[in-house]
């Protein structure tokens, strides 16, 4: 009996040696449960030395507010802006560092100040706002996507926001803001049906920019100079 006891005497201060031990060897941590990647960084999708927080935190400190939040071994990141309808920037790295992301497999109408913006671009950057802004969301790759980003250095990613766990993406061709890039993807398929349903449905761009597209003149409707006349006479309308 003596034994036994004694035994199980050893076992538990084993135990409470290793508890001790295990907990030293972590990362040290600061009161709202957030530090610095020090080691392991690759595989949570962070930066050497990028602070960031584990679990659910609302705290009025920017370098929190602003910090990935590992929840469930995934890393999701604030989003800072939202450049048009399908590109955000997210922050990523040390010190606030921002980086550009551009949805992965769609294509939003474009608002290029050089030129006129496309119908319905700033319907779809509207909705990207709503949907993402100021969110923290998970950013991932296509399992046989080629390239890390595009020929502009964007990441290119599927968003997932952490509130809704809905994919940005998906739903932005779903209601209509955006149609599918031609990508070698594994949800290029998925997003042409969800594309083909919102032209059915006439959602979003596809009622809209159709409309618009009935009231301006089309180039078979140009009306070209008689012979013997110039190109900008007063006598052409």
């Known amino acids: 009996m003596r034994n036994a006891t004694a035994g199980t005497a050893i076992l538990i201060s084993l135990f409470l040696l290793f508890s001790v031990a295990s907990e030293a ?27 960031h927080c584990h679990g659910t935190i609302s705290v009025q400190s920017t ?33 606030g560092k921002k980086e550009k992301v551009r ?10 100040p050089r030129e006129k913006a ?47 766990n809905m994919t940005v993406n998906e739903q932005l061709i779903t209601s209509g803001h955006a149609k599918t890039y031609p990508s070698l993807t594994t949800t290029v398929e998925n997003y042409k049906k ?8 006439k959602a979003g761009m596809w009622d809209e920019c159709a409309k618009e597209k009935k009231t301006q003149p089309q180039p078979g409707d140009r009306k070209f100079p008689l012979k013997g006349e110039r190109y900008g006479s007063n006598n052409i309308n």
């Open 25 to 51: 060897s972590q990362e040290k941590k600061d009161r709202f449960g957030c530090h610095k990647c020090t080691s392991e960084c690759e595989q949570y999708d962070l930066l050497k030395n990028e602070y």
């Open 194 to 201: 969800l594309e083909n349903n919102a032209k059915a449905a």
């Open 118 to 164: 496309e119908c319905f671009s700033q319907q779809a950057t509207a909705m990207l706002k709503e949907l993402a802004h100021n969110k923290h969301v998970l950013l991932e790759k296509d399992k046989i996507q080629k390239d890390d980003k595009d020929k502009y250095g964007r990441l290119l990613r599927y968003v997932t926001v952490l509130e809704t």
């Open 103 to 112: 949805l992965l497999g769609i294509d939003a109408p474009e608002t290029s």
């Open 63 to 95: 370098n929190i507010q602003i910090a990935p939040r590992i929840i469930d071994g995934k890393t999701y990141r604030r989003v800072a802006n939202v450049l048009d309808g399908d590109t955000l920037t997210v922050y990523y790295g040390v010190g």
